[in-house]
């Protein structure tokens, strides 16, 4: 045997035997749990109010974020808190006012993102019926549902009786049909109405950044917003932080678009019954009114519980409660 020749030869086996060792130690490991779907549920009362996150699907930022995301449609925002609670779904997209009137029943959510700034709600007049002792703020006031987003307006900017109506598109058509003097009306309703040159008063408006303030003296109000059961996100947290990435993303897309872009990310049942013309106005209404950097504000929380508290009075004293919201979720603005 050549001298030296055998060293190269036990190099060689060495190495094999410890690619053979780190195989075994690989195929003995555990494999990576996989990361759970978040399935969230939406409020589908008024989908327009969640288009970031129509966007961030579409448009491929939950992707992006390496996210399985799947959008459920809830009937209300009422069914949106009732799909978490029955494990339907893991986060839910509504009012802040879910998280405050369930936390109030003793089952508690934390919102950790913001959506909407802005209810996109209007109250409005036809002044063709007389009214009561008071003015047109006063007597019968048209809403969707009892205990929805408009009847909580309703009670909040006026001293109308709200009366359900079925939905906003009842409360809509009852409007036209005379049926009502006084309104609390979607956006998008409202839009249509003015376009026809209808007769209608405007009594308080969130439409626009200056009626948002008028009406909350907040331009941070959580009309739409990200919750989860508080146990959920500390066990969740990188996906909550590229959750809210993503839909951050999906505003600033929202914000370099036009209206017509955005429409096409809305879900087919967002233009059931609603004017083309008004949807897209609306939508571009709702362009300046979503969140930046999806971060809650302890004054628009607490914006949300005044409002609350014209409809409940258990909400008429004290404070938010702090872990009802949080930012720790979201990307500080540059």
Request: net charge neutral; proline share 6%; charged share 20%.
């Amino acid at each position: 045997m050549v001298p030296g020749a055998r060293q190269p030869r036990l190099v060689l086996l060495l190495i094999c035997a410890v690619l053979a060792l780190a195989a075994t130690g690989c195929s003995r490991a555990r494999p990576l749990a996989p990361e759970p779907e978040l399935r969230v549920a939406v409020d589908a009362e008024n989908p327009v109010l969640a288009l970031p996150l129509y966007v961030a699907s579409s448009r491929g930022m939950f992707a992006g974020e390496r996210l399985r995301v799947s959008l459920v449609e809830a009937r209300d925002a009422d069914a949106v808190t009732a799909a978490l609670g029955g494990g339907q779904c893991n986060l839910g997209a509504a009012a802040f006012d879910q998280v405050l009137r369930s936390g109030g029943a003793g089952k508690p959510l934390t919102a950790f993102l913001l959506m909407s700034r802005s209810p996109m709600l209007v109250l409005v007049s036809a002044g063709f019926l007389p009214f009561p002792r008071g003015g047109a703020k006063s007597g019968k006031v048209a809403v969707g549902r009892r205990g929805d987003a408009s009847e909580l307006f309703a009670h909040y900017v006026s001293e109308g009786i709200a009366v359900p109506k079925g939905g906003a598109v009842g409360a809509a058509a009852a409007f036209r049909r005379r049926e009502t003097a006084v309104a609390v009306l979607d956006a998008a309703a409202v839009n249509e109405l003015e376009a026809r040159r209808a007769p209608v008063e405007v009594l308080a408006d969130t439409r626009t950044l200056a009626g948002l303030l008028a009406v909350y003296g907040v331009s941070d109000y959580p009309a739409s917003c990200v919750y989860a059961a508080p146990e959920f996100l500390p066990a969740h947290e990188d996906q909550a932080r590229r959750f809210a990435r993503a839909v951050a993303q999906a505003a600033q897309w929202i914000r370099a678009h036009d209206a017509a872009s955005c429409v096409q990310a809305l879900p087919e049942s967002a233009s059931r019954g609603v004017d083309a013309d008004a949807l897209a106005m609306t939508v571009e209404q709702a362009r300046a009114l979503f969140s930046v950097d999806g971060a809650l504000t302890m004054a628009g929380a607490e914006a949300a519980r005044k409002a609350l508290a014209a409809s409940d009075e258990r909400f008429r004293e004290g404070v938010v409660p702090p872990e009802s919201s949080t930012r720790k979720y979201v990307d500080p603005r540059p």
